[in-house]
DNA sequence: GAAATAGCTTGATAAATGTCAAGATAATTC
DNA sequence: GAATTATCTTGACATTTATCAAGCTATTTC
């Protein structure tokens, strides 16, 4: 499973194999069955986690119990709780497999270290860091300006991998609106 | 009004007065008056803007012509448009100010240098950007999961500088509901 | 300081979306 | 492969929120 990580590395940041073995020597694999927890809430997370096989979410708990999805993160994704990572406080999201999946872990301290020895690796993980806030940002805007349906378009366009992937359920929850309101918004979209 | 960016600086990052010269020599000061835009949808952004007196929002405007507010920055904070600043493509939001306000820019060019040049420059400004996204997170989470009225409430305590300083009805914008509907919440509450 | 504009509130009504419940089908588990 | 569980759909209805319109203040402009 390393060999995904290291097409992936190597398609986006130029690297030796001295560098691709200093990064091997400090990476864990770590496979999980679907409905495992990579996190859960109130444990610290500690680490980057890169998807190499399968698919996972983030998600919270409202105080109603209610679920709601902050990401999805499929093959060549990153996944992890930034905010307990930097902070070192106890995480409020999960995160777990939803399909059978195999992630490399490392590390807070190794990762750091990766970036301050080798500036390529630094470089292209500021630029997902970048493309990651802004991907956000336009995630609210579509949040509080879209309707129900305009939503699923948007969420059709932008993440096209997972529309036949994921639970519908699921993807109502990443949308915030109701699994009946997505359904009905299908159904809709078939009839034009 | 350099001023206040070097103490908002000497309190974020360790410079010596070289460095300062340095970030100085770099910087524009811009007057701006209330409803005067920074940034205007279909230019390229191509600095990095710290408000030092004021306060400024950005916002996206739909296909019926409505208004979305997705950033303000009062005092102390950065604003600008990053997707058109990483990519060079035009903008497509908006950046005005809503209150007569001053600015300091700092070209792409000059202020990438002063990442490479100031390691503790650079360091801050990750931080930031780090904390940026955890709070475009935050605020995901917040527009899917609450109500209305969560969501005033929830405002209030996380940019409590704002709530009576801009106008309501764009709150209610940054908040994706309508002023009408933040004009009973706030009402209600008052009840209680 | 009169006039114009912007901001806020309130009522009436409409529209969008959520909730609850039931049933159908598909997928998973033992 | 039978039983269980998960997923999706649909209907009926409730709730939330939006929209439209009017009026009232406060603020800004000339």
């Known amino acids: 499973m390393f060999e995904v990580f290291r097409k992936y590395l190597s398609s986006k940041a130029n690297l030796s194999d001295a560098d691709f073995e200093r990064i091997k ?11 495992q927890y990579l996190l859960q809430e109130g ?8 998807v190499a096989k399968g698919c996972l979410r983030r998600y919270q708990i409202d105080a109603k119990g209610q679920e709601h999805i ?23 999201s999960n995160i777990d497999a939803i399909e059978d999946s195999e992630v490399v872990l490392i590390n807070k301290e190794n990762f750091d270290q990766l970036c301050q020895q080798l500036p390529t690796f630094n470089e292209f993980i500021q630029t997902i860091l970048q493309k990651s806030f802004i991907a956000s940002q336009n995630r609210i805007y579509a949040t509080i300006s879209y309707t129900a349906e305009e939503k699923y378009q948007n ?10 992937r994921v639970p ?23 009839k034009k």
């Open 168 to 190: 519908q359920h699921m993807i109502a929850s990443y949308l915030g609106i109701s699994a009946e309101t997505l359904s009905r918004v299908r159904n809709q979209m078939t």
């Open 25 to 35: 020597a400090v990476s864990v694999i770590k496979k999980l069955r679907k409905h």
């Open 70 to 92: 902050l990401t999805f993160a499929t093959e060549n994704w990153w996944i992890g709780d930034r905010d307990s990572l930097l902070t070192g406080n106890p995480a409020i």
């Open 155 to 164: 969420f059709i366009s932008t993440r096209p991998e997972l529309a036949n």
């Open 43 to 50: 444990d610290v997370w500690r680490s980057n986690a890169f």
